[in-house]
């Protein structure tokens, strides 16, 4: 604990004990005659602090603070962004032509938030993201988040790593900082990319911007992003061999399947750890999107893949129908069914469970076209089941007819 000056607390009781005498001495003087009734001061309002004087005092004359062992200290100074004149700015790793990756550890005075950069950007990228730029011309991508604390940890990547508030009075903030920077590589990269139709299977209405593509190594490492509409984050693990039943899978072609990894944190920025044989960012509007982003990732060799194994007989696979799934929301994850898409062979069967209290239908078809006649199971109550025996290959879609937000797909080899 810091120890206050003691020279500011002994002036600190002189007022009061002046005061206090002051009072006594007026007591004391008072005519002792009829005592007659003096009108009441009226009370004043004030918002301003009595002891501000006695605080600003102590602030002034408090020792600074013991900087940790390994960590640095910084004040902040006028951020100098066009547009940002009233904001602070505490510059931790300056722009560079490589990539920073690492983990920043901080505790400043105040709650601060936290920014890399991505570029400088090429005439026409800025594109609806969020931009800095220091002169109006030089632009970079902006990759901002406000955890509103002012002490924590952040994983980052980016060309620049800083930290910043939007008052005009400076902070001071410690730090430390582990860090590699990295030359640009096949795996170490900063761009801007527009996104392409989804090319995934039953993702056609969907967007995908390609960061680092499908491998038989392994990639694992941090991505910075920064979008013109908030996205989702994608990685792939595969091509899996038949027998394997991820919750979630994407495929190109109906043939070769990868288990998905998809998050949504709802948000246009932001960092994301992350480790597959493929990575993308996504969402499931039909119009395209611009991303700027920092990645920085290394390579593993992938493990061999086993042989799919001569199946066994045929396979009963569950898809689960979630409880909640009576109110629009589930389709923008895309969780109506669980898993919403499943992979099987001839012969397999697919069994629906209705853990919902509502009930449900699934019926082959789409809520556009309505029902194809392939199967259907009627009203489907809560805690009922339904199945299906798949005797031919081929793509089947399904939908509830009560609650036509809920789609799922089943493909069968």
């Known amino acids: 604990m810091a120890t206050i000056d003691k020279a500011a607390i002994a002036w600190s009781i002189g007022i009061v004990a002046v005061a206090v005498g002051i009072a006594l001495t007026g007591a004391g003087g008072q005519n002792l005659g009829a005592p007659t009734s003096a009108p009441a001061a009226p009370a004043m309002e004030t918002s301003e602090d009595p002891y501000a004087d006695v605080t600003a005092k102590v602030k002034e004359t408090a020792p600074e603070k013991t900087l940790k062992s390994g960590w640095e200290r910084l004040t902040s100074s006028q951020d100098p962004g066009v547009g940002h004149e009233t904001h602070q700015l505490a510059i931790i790793l300056p722009p560079s032509d490589k990539v920073y990756s690492g983990s920043l550890s901080y505790d400043a005075s105040e709650p601060i938030q936290l920014v890399t950069l991505h570029g400088p950007l090429a005439s026409g990228e800025d594109n609806g993201q969020a931009i800095w730029t220091p002169d109006g011309t030089t632009k970079f991508a902006l990759t901002f988040v406000?955890?509103?604390?002012?002490?924590?940890?952040?994983?980052?990547?980016?060309?620049?790593?800083?930290?910043?508030?939007?008052?005009?009075?400076?902070?001071?903030?410690d730090y430390k900082v582990d860090y590699t920077e990295k030359a640009m590589s096949e795996t170490v990269a900063t761009a801007t990319i527009d996104s392409i139709q989804d090319p995934g299977v039953g993702h056609e209405t969907h967007q995908l911007a390609i960061i680092l593509p499908p491998s038989s190594d392994v990639y694992s490492g941090i991505l910075a992003y920064s979008a013109s509409e908030p996205i989702q984050l994608v990685s792939l693990d595969g091509p899996i061999s038949a027998d394997q039943k991820p919750e979630k899978t994407w495929t190109p072609d109906g043939e070769t399947i990868f288990a998905l990894t998809f998050v949504d944190p709802k948000?246009?920025?932001?960092?994301?750890?992350?480790?597959?044989?493929?990575?993308?960012?996504?969402?499931?509007?039909?119009?395209?999107f611009t991303v700027s982003y920092s990645v920085s990732a290394t390579t593993t060799p992938g493990k061999a893949m086993a042989a799919p194994a001569a199946p066994a007989g045929p396979q009963t696979v569950t898809v689960i129908v979630p409880a909640g799934t009576s109110v629009p929301g589930c389709e923008e994850t895309d969780e109506c069914y669980l898993p919403p898409s499943v992979t099987i062979n001839v012969g397999d069967t697919v069994m629906w469970d209705n853990v919902d209290t509502a009930a449900h239908t699934v019926t082959s078809g789409t809520p556009a076209d309505g029902p194809d006649g392939e199967f259907d199971s009627s009203l489907l109550m809560g805690g009922a089941q339904f199945e299906v025996t798949f005797d031919e290959s081929g793509s089947y879609d399904y939908f509830c007819m009560v609650h036509p937000w809920m789609v799922g797909e089943v493909q069968v080899n």
Do not use: C, Y
């Open 146 to 173: 406000d955890p509103a604390k002012a002490r924590g940890d952040w994983d980052f990547a980016g060309n620049a790593l800083a930290v910043h508030t939007m008052n005009p009075t400076p902070f001071i903030v």
């Open 267 to 288: 948000t246009a920025m932001g960092t994301w750890e992350f480790s597959g044989n493929a990575l993308a960012v996504h969402t499931m509007n039909p119009t395209q």
